[in-house]
């Protein structure tokens, strides 16, 4: 029972996440790019392998692969999800698997 609970909750988060990152509050976790680890700021615009965010007063385009982010879904539900997973145009993520968080 509490397994099928659990897949409930990773598909509504892939739901969520596979129509569109954009206004989602998201952090950079792990970076191949030290300076960039633990910066935050809301999503603005995506494509299939960059994020652009905006930090404060700047825009970043930030790319999907080799990095983990933080996305805060809704007040409540933040989830920890490695940018291979969010690779490729929101239309087209909808039609992948989950994968592993």
């Known amino acids: 029972m509490e397994m099928n609970l659990i897949f409930k909750?990773?598909?509504?988060?892939?739901?969520?996440?596979?129509?569109g990152l954009y206004?989602?509050?998201?952090?950079?976790?792990?970076s191949p790019m030290e300076s960039l680890t633990n910066l935050s700021g809301v999503v603005i615009d995506?494509?299939?392998h960059m994020i652009k965010i905006r930090f404060q007063d700047k825009i970043r385009s930030i790319p999907k692969k080799g990095f983990v982010f933080k996305i805060?879904?809704?007040?409540?539900?933040?989830?920890?999800?490695?940018?291979?997973?969010?690779?490729?145009?929101?239309?087209?993520r909808m039609?992948?698997?989950?994968?592993?968080?």
Do not use: C, Q, R
């Open 72 to 92: 805060t879904i809704e007040p409540g539900l933040t989830v920890k999800v490695n940018g291979e997973n969010l690779l490729g145009k929101p239309e087209d």
């Open 23 to 30: 206004g989602y509050h998201i952090e950079i976790v792990k």
């Open 9 to 19: 909750k990773k598909l509504y988060i892939w739901a969520k996440l596979a129509v």
């Open 46 to 48: 995506e494509t299939a």
């Open 95 to 101: 039609k992948k698997k989950i994968h592993s968080w």
